[in-house]
């Protein structure tokens, strides 16, 4: 696998992506349009599941099932989590809780570090602060 291609998309992406009504959708939405063709995508479930919850509450659940079935039948690279994950999670919680990085973001670097990726979209200020990453942030500061 090509891993510079490689982009791991933080849950807020694809927030703004499928909720047109967000500032900052359509900053994300010219974003994705660049990168779908040229990049592998990457998520973990704690994203897939963050994204689902935000889209039928928000939104509602007839709307949220039309963009889960887009989301799901997507071409992403993903890996399930497992217990065994728990103590790398466990360290990376340690390392940079100090941050503001809490368990779901803790989730997101075990998996990035676990599988060389270097790379991160996400609006998350705090994961701009680790200098292992490099976060990509389509989105302006003032919006």
Same mark, same amino acid.
């Given at each position: !696998?090509? +891993?510079?291609?490689?982009?791991?998309?933080?849950?807020n992406f694809?927030? $703004? *992506?499928?909720?047109?009504?967000?500032?900052?959708?359509? $900053?994300i939405k010219n974003y994705f349009s660049e990168i779908y063709e040229t990049s592998i995508l990457a998520v973990n479930l704690i994203v897939m599941i963050e994204?689902?919850? +935000?889209l039928v509450k928000r939104l509602g659940v007839?709307?949220?099932k039309?963009?889960?079935? *887009?989301?799901?039948? !997507?071409?992403?690279?993903?890996?399930?989590?497992n217990f065994e994950d728990l103590d790398s999670i466990?360290?990376?919680?340690?390392? $940079?809780?100090?941050? /503001?990085? /809490? /368990?779901?973001d803790a989730t997101i670097i075990s998996f990035l570090k676990s599988y060389n990726i270097k790379k991160i979209c996400t609006h998350d200020k705090s994961f701009k602060q680790i200098t292992e990453i490099e976060v990509i942030d389509p989105i302006p500061e003032n919006i």
């Open positions: !696998m090509e +891993y510079e291609r490689i982009i791991f998309l933080d849950s694809w927030i $703004y *992506l499928f909720d047109e009504t967000t500032p900052e959708h359509p $900053y994204v689902i919850h +935000y007839p709307f949220a039309k963009k889960w079935e *887009l989301f799901s039948t !997507m071409a992403l690279y993903y890996e399930n989590l466990f360290s990376e919680l340690c390392n $940079y809780s100090h941050l /503001g990085i /809490g /368990g779901r």
